[in-house]
């Protein structure tokens, strides 16, 4: 079984100041994880996903995140916030053939 | 390429109605999902495929239907809506186990 674990449901940072959005997982297997993120009543977009390449990985939008199987966790980051990174972000392990997604993290940015 | 299109984006039915939400994908990807999205639960998986002919169910299957024709169709059943249905339903593919998922747009059901 698998299993994703969004540690803040809210974070709220100001423009111009670094990001952390955290998730820890578990998984029976070598895991594929992954970010998407979802602007208000829009679909989703991967911002980035890991695959047993290099644990450091870069996304879109400046976001990147870092593998840490001693920890099990896959933060994302990121130096500089922006207005319009607003939205709400999802953390995703994929073990099989299903995703298992964590409930979600609601980044808000203020001026 | 379309991509991963859904119909309809909006929906309003009874308690008791039933209908089938569509899915289709053009990029000939073995894998499709079908998601539901309701506040402050991310997403949660309905049922889903490894190809054509194979469906399985996922974490919350109660009440809906799927399957699997073709590669491109992926068509969600819903037997006798309720209000507990009410949610917002994504369908996604991708070409592989661990492969990146491409969703579709959405569709917004209400079931009154």
């Known amino acids: 079984a698998q299993s994703v674990t969004q540690l803040d449901s809210h974070v709220s940072v100001s423009e111009g100041t670094p990001v952390l959005l955290r998730c820890n997982y578990s998984?029976?297997?070598?895991?594929?994880l992954f970010w998407y993120v979802q602007h208000p009543n829009k679909g989703l977009q991967l911002l980035l996903k890991?695959?047993?390449?290099?644990?450091l990985v870069k996304g879109i939008n400046g976001f990147e995140a870092e593998f840490k199987k001693s920890e099990t966790s896959f933060h994302l980051t990121k130096p500089s916030a922006h207005m319009s990174d607003a939205a709400e972000y999802f953390c995703?392990?994929?073990?099989?053939?299903?995703?298992?997604f964590g409930k979600g993290t609601m980044l808000l940015v203020s001026p | 390429n379309a991509g991963v299109t859904q119909t309809p984006k909006f929906q309003v039915l009874k308690t008791g109605q039933s209908m089938t939400l569509q899915c289709a994908q053009d990029?000939?990807?073995?894998?499709m999902s079908w998601y539901r999205q309701d506040p402050g639960m991310g997403l949660r998986l309905i049922h889903y495929?490894?190809?054509?002919?194979?469906?399985d169910q996922g974490e919350v299957p109660n009440g809906y239907n799927v399957s699997r024709s073709t590669t491109e169709d992926f068509p969600l059943r819903l037997l006798s809506a309720a209000p507990s249905q009410t949610s917002v339903y994504f369908c996604a593919s991708n070409p592989g186990r661990t492969d990146t998922q491409y969703f579709g747009p959405g569709t917004r059901l209400t079931v009154l």
């Open positions: 998984s029976s297997y070598s895991p594929s």
């Open positions: 990029m000939n990807h073995e894998y």
């Open positions: 995703v392990v994929s073990d099989r053939s299903t995703l298992t």
């Open positions: 495929s490894v190809g054509a002919g194979i469906t």
């Open positions: 890991y695959t047993s390449a290099a644990t």
